[in-house]
């Protein structure tokens, strides 16, 4: 549904998946209302996210899709990254371009509900959003956007976890405010260009 939503031009991805995501999560508590059940710790867990929700089948599955996602984004990059820029030239190139938007749309959700549980169902958007925006302040490429993304999630995840444990919070507010804080400081420098150049002079020493 949210891929038909984009492709139709009807509204944009990150509204789509902010409109989707929040009224399902609205009809999700309204039937446990209408159902007679209560707000219970379990429930809570998975609005904010609660790492003791999280057993060792949990782990398998995040790392069976992680493992998954890797697979097919890397078979299918290049074709992500025509559709991305020109979807029309892309399709009269041959490349499948409805095929390759169901697929992301489809590793997209996986990833999203693998992680409601760790980040929970109300902050698992900023995960998916802010360090992607993050990466386009730094990254000057596609595939370094890819990258960027992934270091500043990790750092986000991995701190957000250890200061949630230090200051007794939940974790998934803690990695989201821990991704908004990267954003802001990324953001800052960046705009003071120290950032930027930074990552030139990093660029001219590699190909010296």
Not at 50 to 60: K, P, T, W
Not at 130 to 145: D, E, I, K, Y
Not at 181 to 204: D, P, W, Y
Request: with cysteine; net charge negative; hydrophobic share 55%.
């Amino acid at each position: 549904m949210i891929y038909e939503l984009q492709s139709r031009e009807i509204l944009t991805g990150d509204a789509s998946i902010a409109i989707f995501l929040t009224g399902m999560l609205a009809f999700g508590l309204v039937a446990l209302r209408i159902g007679g059940g209560g707000i219970t710790t379990d429930i809570e867990g998975y609005l904010f996210g609660n790492l003791l929700l999280i057993d060792e089948s949990d782990l398998d599955m995040i790392a069976y899709i992680c493992l998954f996602s890797i697979i097919v984004l890397s078979k299918i990059s290049s074709g992500l990254l025509a559709t991305t820029v020109d979807p029309l030239s892309a399709s009269v190139q041959g490349i499948p371009v409805r095929g390759i938007g169901l697929l992301f749309s489809v590793i997209t959700a996986s990833v999203v509900v693998s992680m409601v549980q760790v980040v929970g169902a109300l902050l698992v958007t900023s995960l998916l959003v802010t360090p992607a925006a993050t990466a386009q302040l730094v990254g000057r490429s596609f595939r370094s956007c890819m990258i960027w993304t992934q270091v500043f999630g990790l750092s986000s995840v991995m701190l957000g976890l250890y200061f949630s444990s230090e200051l007794d919070t939940g974790s998934g507010s803690m990695i989201a405010l821990v991704a908004a804080t990267i954003f802001s400081i990324v953001a800052i420098l960046f705009n003071f260009k120290i950032f930027s150049n930074l990552i030139i002079s990093l660029g001219q020493i590699k190909s010296n």
